[in-house]
């Protein structure tokens, strides 16, 4: 697709700019249910807009292109609305709570999130359902998904390594020491064993997890750097024999055509001295474009992100302790605010994901929860079996 290229609809009965079809969802008086319906949408296209513009002032190169590319595509909504609504566009009316967040997360924050939140928007368009909007604009929305979608992956793969490794630490070190600390709690041991405790599995599991991301990440790089083509080709091949050689097995192994491989096998064997041929040839070689360490991320990076995010989930549960508290009410607190945190990052994840925040977050509440109460259970039995 290309985003800078206004696609015509000249000609197509489902054109958001047909005369005919306004007329037609206008030749009855509107009910004034359908002119606040209309003026939300009017409203909205209008704070949609202004977000891809703010979104590509942050931007350069093509992104700042499609992203510009969709603010002209929502003004052509906006004129829709106006043409429909006609005498009743009446003064401007405020956007919906979900686009004035957009706007200001785009003024202030910029960033993958509000891609996210903008991709999720666009898919829930009512366009398709509402006879006022023409189906090119419910054609329009469907796309203007996918575009937002290409754009929030690129945002998502910049850092999905580091990312990674802090949303897991953080809940991984949330979870696990709450664990711990309600499996102690149960036993019947005193406050300040269950502290020390909470303490001991923060730092161990800090430690753990930091060392674990460096190994995962740094294997990963070392792995993508042994699937790379080398620069072998350009220095062997002037030694080779004509007749008896393996270049163009090289070249089918990395998945070329028989047709391009003996090309591009012919050429680096100097027996052609010009470019024959530029839809077979890809001279001169160099290295795979693909950026493992954006999609990856940095060994070091992760494993400092791991341990950081690791020890932040498992100071939580165990404030209480460290403010005095104990006992139940200790417990109480420690479990309130661990679930807190727990929705907050499956939140998190569910708008980078494009997904429902509030489901994503019940959902670490529900395992994070369910794991510290089934650790509970067994410090009970473990306790009784001890005293």
Known sequence: MQPHTKPSHSGNPSDSSSPSQDAAATKTPPSSSDIKRWRQYLADERAEAAV?????????????????????????HEAHWLRVLGEHAGMPKAASVRSQMLGF???NFGSV????????????????????????????????EEVVRGLATRGRNRLSGTFRAA???????????????????????????????GIAGLLAGALSMGAGEYVSVRSQLELLKATRPTQATLTAAPAL?????????????????????EHRAAERMGLYSCDC???????????ET???HEAVGSAWGAAISSFCFFASGAIVPILPFIFGMTGFAALAVA?????????????????????????????????????????YGLGLVFGAVIG
Do not use: C
Not at 52 to 76: F, H, P, S, T
Not at 355 to 374: D, F
């Open 335 to 375: 479990g309130t605010l661990v679930g807190i945190a727990l929705l907050s990052t499956g939140a998190v994840v569910g708008l980078l994901s494009g997904t429902s925040p509030l489901t994503r977050g019940l959902r670490q509440l529900a395992i994070g929860l369910g794991a510290a109460a089934a650790t």
């Open 277 to 287: 041929d530029p839809s077979l040839s890809l001279h001169p070689e160099v290295e």
């Open 113 to 144: 999130f509000v891609l996210a939140l903008a991709q999720r928007a666009e898919g829930r368009s009512p366009y398709a359902k509402d006879p006022a909007a023409t189906r090119a604009m419910a054609a329009d929305e469907q796309i203007h």
């Open 167 to 197: 949303v897991f630490g953080a809940n991984d070190g949330l979870v696990s020491n709450l664990s711990l600390v309600m499996g102690m709690a149960a036993t019947g041991v005193p406050a300040a064993v269950v502290l020390f405790s």
């Open 290 to 292: 693909v950026n493992e």
């Open 105 to 107: 997360l785009a003024r």
């Open 241 to 261: 024999d004509i007749e008896h050689n393996e270049l163009v097995l090289v070249y089918l192994a990395r998945g070329m055509s028989r047709e391009a491989a």
């Open 52 to 76: 891809y513009r703010e979104l590509a002032q942050r931007r350069d190169g093509e992104e700042r292109e499609i992203l510009l590319a969709l603010a002209e595509a929502e003004g052509r």
